[in-house]
């Protein structure tokens, strides 16, 4: 039996990343055309789903491009959105509106690839992110408990669930990728010898992406 469901939907493309700038608090300046259009396709999807087994609560991050992509899917779905600090981004600190070329040429690589040194003054490390991120998301399940709970997020928040969920260690040279507007599910199962785990259903589906997708009630 599942108990408490996660779905996490990265936020669609945004005007930081066709333009290959880091979009911190600071710089983030929303979706692009692309993006809006993204977001409209996974609420379709998401809007089959929600009539059958309705999701709970809504959530998004504060930068503008988790708040438009939340507001998208909760118009679609007639929830109320809530805005939670705890799922911003990583602090780029003076990286915030550079060139991504230029912050990794400097930093030897992205974030992951060195994860315990700032790759800017003023930035997160990795693993302190992924600590943190992974603190709020704990303790955000244990507050929806058998609920089944949708999220506008950053990619990186998906990483933070799956780190904190699989228990992983940080490694440089292994990842996940996580493309724009894509639906990750993770469900919490109770089998009948009241054993509970955490099952990854799917990670970064963008099926509902293709022109021809239609997504009736399942």
Not at 39 to 58: G, M, N, Q, Y
Not at 81 to 94: A, K, N, Q, R, S
Not at 116 to 134: C, E, M, V
């Amino acid at each position: 039996m599942i108990t408490t469901e996660l779905v996490f939907v990265r936020h669609g493309e945004a005007h930081c990343n066709a333009d290959g700038i880091v979009g911190g608090p600071a710089t983030c300046t929303g979706l692009t055309n692309l993006g809006y259009t993204q977001i409209e396709k996974v609420a379709d999807r998401l809007s089959a789903e929600h009539r059958v087994v309705p999701f709970t609560t809504l959530y998004a991050g504060p930068r503008l491009r988790l708040q438009q992509s939340g507001q998208i899917l909760a118009r679609a779905l007639g929830l109320e959105l809530f805005t939670e600090p705890g799922l911003d981004g990583p602090i780029h600190g003076e990286a915030d509106g550079k060139p991504w070329h230029d912050v990794k040429t400097t930093a030897n690589g992205g974030p992951h690839a060195h994860p315990d040194r700032p790759w800017a003054k003023g930035a997160d490390t990795w693993n302190g992110f992924l600590q943190r991120a992974g603190a709020f998301l704990h303790d955000l399940v244990a507050r929806h408990e058998g609920e089944r709970v949708l999220f506008a997020a950053h990619g990186e928040t998906v990483l933070a669930a799956h780190t904190l969920l699989l228990g992983l260690r940080p490694n440089p040279e292994a990842g996940f990728t996580v493309s724009h507007a894509s639906i990750t599910r993770w469900q919490h199962h109770l089998n009948r010898l009241s054993q509970r785990r955490w099952m990854l259903d799917r990670h970064n589906d963008t099926a509902h992406l293709a022109a021809s997708a239609t997504w009736p009630a399942p």
